[in-house]
């Protein structure tokens, strides 16, 4: 792989975006653009508070995986 290509990847590793919703009803994780969740999580989102679950079908975005897993343990536990 060449240098420039590798180092193109790298930048786009850490600027990645995660995303916090929903997902047929359950919460789920998305990365960057994609439009496939990478992790779905055994939560449904009906077992939430009315104003969690209202955030997450508007999407929550962390921009660091430090504040993932904050957001992650703050709506799933």
Not at 53 to 58: F, S, T, Y
Request: glycine letters at 6%.
């Amino acid at each position: 792989m060449k240098k420039k290509h590798l180092s193109g990847l790298l930048c786009l590793a850490l600027t990645a975006v995660y995303l916090l919703g929903i997902h047929e009803g359950k919460v789920a994780l998305w990365r960057g653009d994609d439009p496939e969740p990478l992790k779905v999580f055994p939560y449904s989102a009906s077992s939430l508070p009315e104003d969690a679950r209202k955030q997450l079908e508007a999407g929550v975005t962390a921009n660091s995986l430090k504040e993932l897993r904050q957001l992650v343990e703050d709506y799933l536990s």
